[in-house]
Structures are given as structure tokens and as C-alpha cells.
């Protein structure tokens, strides 16, 4: 089972929003998105309503094209040796998903989450997740240059007494079945989830924001955690395909 959040990355997290790095997650994706993220099935439920109540507020179409695996998009970047070879793999599939012929889908969702059971064997930081999303979206940008980019990073920071108090009421439960069932009797497509007590958000990850804040501040105060500096590690950069409303 994977442990909660470390302080360390709590930290990070912490950081990285003050400076503008993870922002509040709004719709994005212009016909649906590909989907690159992991298998957890104690997030997943989480991330596809927050993007379903997103999508649904900001008039677009919820069309999530998904592929999982352990490490989520952290094995789009062919450095990632959770699963060596993976990242050719999973390549071909999002070029086949945005081709014509099987989805027509422009928008490339690359999440990562934390924290990741798959990460924390090996040894990773959130840093060290977010540098391999990084060099994920390289390789997406150089499949169609006119695709864009969703880099995306699911938080789960554990219990908080407040919202297990609700979860746990009997009020909150049957308020909840009622409304199922009256949404059920209706034909409306809503799925309204049972709270388990814990806190959780997705961010958009500004990756040129990112590049920026290792350059000025995060390679001082963290870059002793990488064998290899990982802005050397970059190929070939990212441009227009990383605007904030894809």
C-alpha cells in the first residue's frame, strides 16, 4: 500500500504553487483528451470527476481516451526505467489516438500523481516525476506539431478530520443515495461519489514556469538530488504547444 505524501514533497508542492508552477486545474482540450496516467484505482475515480465537473462547468466534451500503466506519464520519456522500453510504446498509441482514423483527438494529457507507489520504489522525489513529465512532453510535441499538451499532477494529502466526519455521517450517505437515485430515475448522467476522507486536487503543471524556477531558485536548493543537472537533460524544448487554455 502506498504511503501518504512525504513532507519533503508536501514541501515541494507548497513551493511550486506559490511560484506559479501548479495552478488550480480548469477544462481544457479542444475534442476530448488522451489520457496518460496511472493505474491507482484509489485516485482514478478522483481524477476523471474532477475533470468531468470541469468539463461539464466550461461547456466542454467530456471524452477521456485513457492509457494506464504504474507511473503514469512519467513512461511517455524514454529515460524512465520504471518499465524501459514502455515509452516507445505508449508513442505510437497517443500518434494513432490523434491520427483520423481512430480518434482525431488534439489534446495530450500527460498526469503524474503523488504520491505514486511506483515512484517511491525507486527512489523518486516529486521533483524527479516532474522532470520526466517534462521530457514526456517533449516527445508528444515532436509526434504533431499542431497538437497541445495537458501536463497534469493529481495530489492526494491524505485524511483530514473534517471531511472524514462527513464522509463517515449517515446524513451525507443517504443525502447522497437519494440523490443517485433521483439523478438514476431522471436519466441524468451525473455519478455522485461516497467521500472516503481524504483531500485531494489536481494542478496544471506549467512546465516553462517549471524551467524557469529551476534555473532562478530550484537547481540551488535541489539539484543536488539529480546525478545529471536535469535542464542538460532536455532535448528539444517546448514552445506554443504549452499555453494555458489547450
Same mark, same amino acid.
Given at each position: 500500500m502506498t504511503a501518504g505524501l512525504s513532507a519533503f514533497d508536501r514541501e515541494v508542492i507548497r513551493v511550486l504553487r506559490e511560484g506559479g508552477v501548479l495552478k488550480d486545474y480548469t477544462a481544457r482540450g479542444r475534442n476530448g483528451q488522451i489520457v496518460v496516467a496511472c493505474s491507482d484505482g484509489d485516485q482514478m475515480k478522483d481524477l476523471i470527476l474532477h475533470k468531468w465537473r470541469e468539463a461539464i462547468r466550461s461547456g466542454r466534451i467530456f471524452r477521456p481516451h485513457l492509457f494506464?500503466? !504504474?507511473?503514469?506519464?512519467?513512461?511517455? /520519456?524514454?529515460?524512465?526505467? $520504471?518499465?524501459?522500453?514502455?515509452?516507445?510504446? @505508449?508513442?505510437?498509441?497517443? &500518434?494513432?489516438? *490523434?491520427?483520423?482514423?481512430?480518434?482525431?483527438?488534439?489534446?495530450?494529457? $500527460?498526469?503524474?500523481h503523488a504520491p505514486c507507489g511506483a515512484a517511491s520504489m525507486t527512489g523518486m522525489t516529486i521533483l524527479h516525476q516532474l522532470w520526466h513529465q517534462y521530457r514526456a512532453a517533449e516527445e508528444v510535441s515532436m509526434i504533431d506539431s499542431t497538437n497541445s499538451i495537458i501536463p497534469t499532477i493529481h495530489v492526494d494529502y491524505g485524511v483530514e478530520g473534517d471531511l472524514l466526519e462527513r464522509a463517515e455521517s449517515s446524513v451525507f450517505k443517504d443525502a447522497a443515495t437519494r440523490i443517485q437515485e433521483l439523478a438514476d430515475e431522471l436519466g441524468i448522467g451525473i @455519478?455522485?461519489?461516497?467521500? /472516503? +476522507? !481524504?483531500? &485531494? &486536487?489536481?494542478? !496544471?503543471?506549467?512546465?516553462? %514556469?517549471?524551467? &524557469?524556477?529551476? *534555473?532562478? %531558485? +530550484?537547481?540551488?536548493?535541489?539539484g543536488h538530488l539529480f546525478e545529471v543537472e536535469p535542464m542538460q537533460t532536455l532535448t528539444t524544448g517546448l514552445g506554443f504547444q504549452m499555453h494555458a487554455l489547450a
Open positions: 494506464c500503466c !504504474h507511473g503514469g506519464a512519467m513512461n511517455v /520519456d524514454p529515460t524512465c526505467t $520504471l518499465y524501459p522500453g514502455m515509452s516507445r510504446n @505508449l508513442l505510437e498509441q497517443i &500518434r494513432q489516438a *490523434e491520427g483520423v482514423d481512430l480518434k482525431g483527438i488534439t489534446s495530450v494529457n $500527460l498526469c503524474i @455519478l455522485i461519489p461516497l467521500l /472516503d +476522507g !481524504h483531500r &485531494r &486536487r489536481t494542478y !496544471h503543471v506549467d512546465l516553462s %514556469t517549471f524551467a &524557469r524556477f529551476w *534555473e532562478s %531558485t +530550484g537547481c540551488q536548493q535541489w
